[in-house]
């Protein structure tokens, strides 16, 4: 869903992050709500679900940054439009529930991801997972925190020694750019890769040290756009899989880990693969 609006800039750090948080704090209210209740979910594809939960929450968020920046832009995940949505801003980048089918089976690691884009480039980032109450913030240039406290990437020095995260793309029973070449070559190199489910939580983790390296495919920006920055406000390195910096929120890869690992997996996924995507649709 995207609501194009006049052109303002007119923000400061402190009210990003004010509303923000007001508004992760209603949807997770709602999708707590929805966890401890029951839900139903329905399929957007044979593998891809969405429940009323990620419906009321993407509503309500919307709701709370249109009344306190009513010339802004939204793009979130639920109604979104299509490939190629311009994310020069000023522009809000929600995914209201990160997770669905982790929740939609009650395994209990979900989150809401709020990022906001201005002059295409990502300033502001929120990432909260309502049932560990954790909060992940990061502004432009001041670093990255976790329920206040700040936080940096693992200082692990190889693959070897890494604990990675990945996940696997909807569309994985039919296509061969499915991310099985790179999970298998990462099992064997590395300590132990886990997944997760919800990429902006791998994110998070990255950021905060959890995990030392995160790689995933066909992503869309709603995934990305909040954890790339916290990654890098926490000293960590994040690109493409050609080493390009993310500049490009639709181009459906990430890799992002500490600096040392970052360089280690880049040389690995391209000897594993040459450029892999036309960009997904």
């Known amino acids: 869903m995207t609501l194009t609006k006049q052109h303002s800039a007119q923000y400061s750090s402190s009210e990003l992050e004010s509303v923000a948080r007001q508004a992760a704090e209603k949807a997770s209210a709602i999708i707590k709500n929805y966890y401890e209740s029951g839900l139903v979910a329905r399929h957007k594809g044979a593998i891809d679900l969405v429940t009323k939960a990620d419906e009321e ?5 919307v709701e709370i940054l249109q009344t306190h920046f009513p010339d802004h832009h939204i793009l979130a995940e639920e109604g979104a439009l299509g490939h190629g949505e311009s994310l020069e801003g000023p522009i809000w980048v929600v995914d209201p529930l990160d997770g669905t089918t982790n929740f939609a089976h009650g ?73 099985l070449n790179y999970f298998c070559h990462f099992e064997m190199a590395a300590m132990c890769v886990r997944r997760a489910g919800a990429a902006a939580v791998d994110l998070a983790y990255t950021a905060c040290g959890r995990f030392d390296g995160f790689w995933e495919l066909k992503l869309s920006p709603w995934d990305v756009c909040a954890g790339a920055l916290l990654v890098e406000e926490a000293g ?42 036309p960009p997904f649709e």
């Open 57 to 61: 929450s993407q509503k309500a968020i």
């Open 236 to 277: 960590g390195k994040v690109s493409e899989f050609q080493g390009k910096p993310l500049d490009d929120l639709w181009c459906g890869e990430v890799l992002a880990a500490n600096p040392s690992v970052h360089k280690e997996m880049l040389h690995d996924i391209q000897a594993i693969h040459k450029p892999l995507l």
């Open 107 to 179: 395994f209990p690691l979900f989150a809401v991801s709020i990022g906001f884009r201005d002059q295409g480039v990502t300033k502001f980032g929120l990432i909260h997972v309502p049932l560990l109450n954790e909060w992940f913030v990061a502004h432009k240039g001041q670093g990255a925190r976790l329920n206040g406290r700040s936080i940096s990437v693992s200082s692990v020095p190889s693959v070897d020694q890494s604990l990675l995260a990945t996940g696997f793309p909807y569309d994985r029973r039919n296509s061969p750019v499915n991310n």
